[in-house]
């Protein structure tokens, strides 16, 4: 088994010893889901049952190993993308960050980021993220209409996504979520519709992507 980490480094063009010492982020990547969307050609699978301390300690191995490789630089942002990294348990996520402090020297107010399905968010749970050092969620709500939500092949609806983002706000400072757009039979005024909607839940940063098959 391994474990991938990937390394974002935005300012290519500048000579060595500045882009050194600009930063730079951490993508740690957590394969699994409650289920496939048909749309995604992501790295994600569905499975029974999982071994949350064997890849525990695959990621640590692999933080160790690619912080031999880069030691001296400092760390900007921490992203836990998927899959659906809320179905981590949050003891996972408190040692990878542990190790990962330990790893690098951060930045004075890294963000460091989960990515959450609506249908796997319960309250008690994204406490126990926050416990564990997460300051930012980044929510797959999709769509804010139900039947776009079930074309999607989306297992939560708009009541739940809404409920979700409630219990984020509650829990951490800065929220964000994805929207979908050019889906089946959208029009331009729904999607204007479903913006306005989007804006007036005081959301911190919105993504938008095209429907790609």
């Not at 995604?40 to 190993?65: K, P």
Request: with cysteine.
């Amino acid at each position: 088994m391994s474990a991938g980490a990937t390394f974002a480094r935005p300012d290519r063009d500048l000579p060595d010893e500045d882009w050194r010492a600009g930063g730079f982020g951490l993508y740690l990547h957590w394969p699994f889901c409650q289920s496939k969307c048909p749309y995604c050609d992501f790295n994600s699978h569905v499975s029974a049952q999982i071994d949350q301390n064997r890849w525990r300690d695959a990621y640590l191995a692999e933080i160790r190993r690619a912080g031999a490789e880069t030691q001296g630089r400092i760390l900007s942002t921490v992203f836990f993308g998927g899959g659906t990294p809320s179905l981590m348990d949050p003891d996972l996520v408190s040692a990878i960050i542990e190790t990962i402090r330990a790893t690098w020297p951060m930045s004075n107010d890294p963000e460091i980021s989960l990515e959450a399905n609506p249908g796997s968010v319960e309250a008690g749970r994204f406490r126990a993220f926050r416990q564990a050092g997460i300051n930012r969620v980044s929510m797959g709500v999709q769509a804010l209409n139900d039947t776009d939500l079930r074309q999607l092949g989306r297992i939560h609806s708009v009541a739940e996504a809404r409920a979700a983002f409630d219990i984020a706000r509650a829990c951490f400072d800065r929220v964000s979520f994805d929207l979908i757009y050019a889906r089946q039979n959208q029009t331009l005024d729904a999607w204007r519709a479903e913006l306005t909607e989007a804006l007036s839940m005081a959301i911190d940063h919105l993504s938008l992507y095209q429907l790609t098959v």
